[in-house]
């Protein structure tokens, strides 16, 4: 018999992104990031209002997003309204240092999260943020290439020591990186030209490296500055699950699962890459340097809770060694079916049915799955930063938005949770994704996550807020601690 156990202090809450969210990109004096750069599609040598007037095709893209930089009040007022505990959020690193290593902040930056930080604390909201999603400054990528060079790990840590130092005592939980292991994925994240692969993969392995060590350093500091906050990196987790009961599926499921995420959780938790980990690296002439300060930092640096986001599950089959490399490549983004030969082979679930909405397979026993595997590495309390249900809304005729598949979505995947609260695992929060409608990393407007709806589309809009039926709905799980989740 299902019973309802969310205890009292949980943070039900939902999310954003700077980049997704704010707009403004140029205001104030913030400089530009990758994540600029990609929404934009722009050619980043050149001037930005330039480029972007040579830029014939409009999408939904980051100089206005949601307008969340002039919507702030309104935006949090309809958080209280909801009865959110805990929002999260990132800092755009360029709004606070326009190029990533200016000598002073930029106090206008710094204002614009403070009156956030500040309102929210006022509305009881707990402040949890992100320090780096997805949003590397372009002018540290343009100096030095970003993430493939050290001195990356200078510039982010002091930039996370000025936002621990500043925020002392106003935020209490602090994220680190969203997604590290999706970022690396993807070449444009972090500022990856290089088209020789062999070349290619060892520059993206020595960015993640660079990116762990930071991550540690990071948490260091947090823990000397402000030893009340807590603080945590943020994984990307989609198990998989072996196509069929044969020892080699089986195996290769486990091979995805641990190269994928799993060994970043010893990386972050234990501070030591596992070997299987590193056998892959050298198998394929991709490791990076590790030197014994690395190793040192990583050992020290370990988070007080583990965070993760998931969507969906994935299945995984046995692939051969003398697979077409060209298969390989042309695969290799996108991590539904992406495939390392000789390891796995990645693939949607064929047992799951195709929501026709959206072409997802959902999985929210996959979910529950996720809880007791991660806890079982980390033994850590957990957060979900990110969880939802993107796809399409319909605004009718009277401000209203009916968007039960999105409720049905949260309300299954909240469920699962509840019964891995049930099994003993300490689940701290949930954070929905996202609180308002923002742009899709993919998609622009085209795919909406939010309990409000931001009216506009690829082509603009007068970005006002709606409230969808799931707002409703998400207020009254709140209020009642999950109770009306049996209704
Ligand atoms: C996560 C990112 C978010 C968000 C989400 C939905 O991986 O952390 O920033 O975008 O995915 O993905 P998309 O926007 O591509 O639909």
């Not at 972050?268 to 070997?275: D, K, L, N, S, V």
């Not at 707002?471 to 989740?485: A, R």
Request: aromatic residues 14%.
């Amino acid at each position: 018999m299902n019973k309802i156990v969310f205890p009292k202090d949980f943070l039900w809450g939902a999310a954003t992104s700077a980049f997704q969210a704010e707009g403004a990109y140029n205001e104030d004096g913030k400089g530009l990031s990758l994540a600029d750069i990609r929404s934009m599609n722009i050619n980043p040598d050149e001037e930005p209002t330039k480029a972007l007037a040579n830029k014939g095709d409009k999408i939904a893209d980051s100089t206005v997003a949601s307008d969340h930089y002039h919507h702030w009040e309104e935006d949090l007022a309809l958080m209280k309204e909801c009865g959110l505990k805990s929002y999260r959020f990132s800092i755009a690193w360029t709004r606070i240092f326009p190029n990533g290593d200016d000598e002073e902040p930029n106090q206008k930056g710094v204002q614009f999260y403070e009156n956030i930080i500040d309102r929210l604390n006022e509305y009881g909201i707990e402040p949890i943020i992100t320090l780096y999603h997805f949003d590397f400054p372009a002018g540290l990528q343009k100096k030095y290439g970003g993430f493939s060079n050290r001195q990356a790990i200078v510039d982010f840590v002091r930039y996370a020591s000025f936002l621990f130092k500043h925020f002392k005592g106003k935020v209490r939980y602090w994220l680190v990186n969203n997604e590290q292991n999706a970022m690396i994925r993807r070449d444009g994240y972090l500022g990856i030209t290089e088209t020789n692969p062999l070349k290619r993969e060892q520059l993206r392995h020595r960015c993640n490296h660079y990116m762990y060590v930071a991550c540690a350093k990071a948490i260091t500091a947090c823990h000397e500055i402000d030893p009340e906050a807590k603080i945590a990196p943020v994984m990307a987790y989609a198990p998989h699950f072996p196509l069929t009961s044969k020892p080699e599926d089986v195996l290769a499921a486990r091979n995805a699962n641990d190269l994928f995420f799993h060994y970043m959780i010893d990386v972050h938790c234990r501070g030591e890459y596992p070997g299987y980990y590193i056998k892959w690296l050298k198998d394929n002439d991709w490791c990076p340097e590790i030197t014994e300060e690395d190793s040192a930092a990583l050992k020290k640096g370990k988070p007080d809770f583990f965070a993760f986001n998931y969507y969906r599950s994935n299945a995984a089959e046995y692939c051969p060694e003398d697979v077409d490399p060209e298969l390989v490549e042309r695969l290799r983004v996108d991590a539904r079916s992406r495939i390392l030969p000789g390891l796995c082979r990645c693939l949607q679930n064929p047992l799951i049915s195709e929501d026709e909405r959206n072409k997802w397979r959902s999985d929210p026993i996959g979910f529950h799955i996720a809880f007791r595997n991660v806890y079982e590495l980390c033994h850590l309390p957990l957060m979900i930063c990110e969880n939802g249900y993107g796809a399409p809304d319909t605004l009718e005729k009277e401000g209203l938005i009916h968007d039960s598949y999105r409720i049905e979505y949260l309300k299954n995947h909240i469920l699962q949770m509840n019964e891995a609260i049930q099994e003993g695992i300490p689940v701290i929060g949930y954070h929905a994704w996202t609180f308002l409608d923002v742009i899709s990393t993919s998609e622009g407007f085209r795919k909406r996550y939010g309990f409000v709806y931001v009216n506009r589309d690829d082509n603009g809009g007068d970005l006002k807020r709606y409230k969808k039926d799931s707002f409703y709905w998400y207020q009254k799980v709140i209020k009642t601690h999950g109770k009306s989740l049996m209704d």
